[in-house]
């Protein structure tokens, strides 16, 4: 079994920024595509950004130029650094992670989310 725990979120003034970070830990052999999303009350869950192992990136349209997803490997790390931040990216953000288990196994995993709030 794999876990992910999220950390870095809080309360931002709109136009700030914030840098979550994600460690995966566990029985890991390695890890294929890390993302994150994120949910607003009333609204379903979406995606934010994602990266390859190899660093291959998909960002969501509504915060490209703002947000920027990098991981590291060797730390089974990924982070989101969010600039200039705006009242509509206040949400849940939620890490998820491709990992394949020693035993061969593939599964999706998901951390258990941290909030981001931006005042305006």
């Known amino acids: 079994q794999a876990q992910l725990v999220e950390s870095g979120g809080g309360l931002v003034q709109a136009g700030g920024s914030l840098r979550l970070s994600c460690v995966a830990s566990?029985?890991?052999?390695?890890?294929?595509?890390m993302g994150w999303y994120r949910q607003a009350p009333g609204k379903q869950r979406e995606l934010v950004a994602t990266?390859?192992?190899?660093?291959?990136?998909n960002i969501a349209d509504s915060v490209k130029g703002r947000f920027t997803i990098s991981r590291d490997n060797a730390k089974t790390t990924v982070y989101l650094q969010m600039n200039s931040l705006k009242p509509d990216d206040t949400a849940v953000y939620s890490c998820?992670?491709?990992?394949?288990?020693?035993?061969?196994?593939?599964?999706?995993?998901w951390g258990q989310g941290t909030q981001v709030t931006v005042s305006s």
């Open positions: 998820n992670a491709e990992i394949t288990n020693w035993g061969g196994r593939r599964s999706a995993y």
């Open positions: 566990g029985n890991i052999l390695t890890i294929n595509t």
């Open positions: 990266i390859t192992k190899i660093g291959g990136t």
